[in-house]
């Protein structure tokens, strides 16, 4: 019987669907959850950039989901070919698996354009879903470390913040040019006025749109036209910026 999506919801039983490997070969799901969880991710349509991005969000991030004792199983659509090319350009360390017909896809209710990702224990029952509503709706990579960590028993440290929650989003006053402030004119109307932001990424979705994880960055912007210059930053201050702008 095929499992359809309203079946499919934590505490089911995962379809073992054949897939074909990056060399050809056929190979079920079921054996590849049969020793350790698998975080299962579907990636969108390989020749869309969200796929790479994607891919390489779960490239960087696989070093957590090991730690905490799974593994990371992706699915595309294409072919084995498609599927090895894309695997080998983009060093991906986990399995890489050809779903041409989207056999797997319509078994666990997502899509090329709508993919989604989950965590399959060992006895092969799901135990979280994630079903992406829009297409940069994808989980964080926390979401399903956690998870698998409350399988295996192993625990994972989460990375420390670098500046207190209540700091990270406030807007930093920007003093008087002549007093210590920055010589600024923006790139797009010439206005001179500007405020900076502390920017942190961690898994969300800017994160995975420039492919880095708990990151600082400062955006200098605009106060006519609202135009955005991100500055990567080690904390995130007004001098790390007037030091980017000025080039001392």
């Not at 880095?212 to 080690?234: E, I």
Request: aromatic letters at 8%; charged letters at 20%; one cysteine or more.
């Amino acid at each position: 019987m095929t499992t359809t999506e309203a079946e499919l919801f934590a505490g089911a039983q995962a379809p073992d669907i054949k897939l074909e490997t990056t060399d050809g070969m056929r190979v079920g799901l079921a054996s590849l959850w049969s020793e350790k969880p698998v975080a299962l991710i579907f990636l969108h349509a390989l020749d869309s950039q969200l796929a790479t991005e994607l891919a390489i969000h779960w490239r960087d991030g696989g070093d957590a989901v090991g730690e905490a004792g799974g593994q990371i199983v992706a699915v595309c659509e294409a072919s084995s070919g498609a599927v090895a090319e894309f695997h080998q350009r983009w060093s991906l360390p986990y399995v890489l698996l050809s779903d041409l017909m989207c056999r797997a896809y319509g078994a666990f209710g997502v899509s090329p354009e709508l993919p989604g990702a989950f965590v399959i224990d060992t006895s092969g029952v799901v135990r979280y879903v994630h079903r992406n509503s829009e297409p940069l709706d994808s989980p964080t990579t926390w979401s399903l470390v956690d998870v698998i960590s409350s399988i295996t028993g192993k625990t994972v440290e989460h990375p420390e913040p670098t500046l207190p929650a209540d700091e990270a989003d406030a807007p930093l006053s920007a003093p008087a040019p002549g007093q210590g402030g920055l010589d600024f004119s923006c790139a797009k109307c010439g206005g001179t006025g500007y405020d900076v932001l502390d920017v942190s990424t961690a898994s969300g979705m800017l994160s995975r749109m420039v492919n880095v994880q708990n990151r600082r960055f400062s955006a200098v912007v605009c106060q006519r036209c609202k135009y955005v210059d991100f500055y990567q930053t080690d904390s995130g201050k007004l001098r790390n910026i007037a030091d980017l702008l000025i080039g001392s």
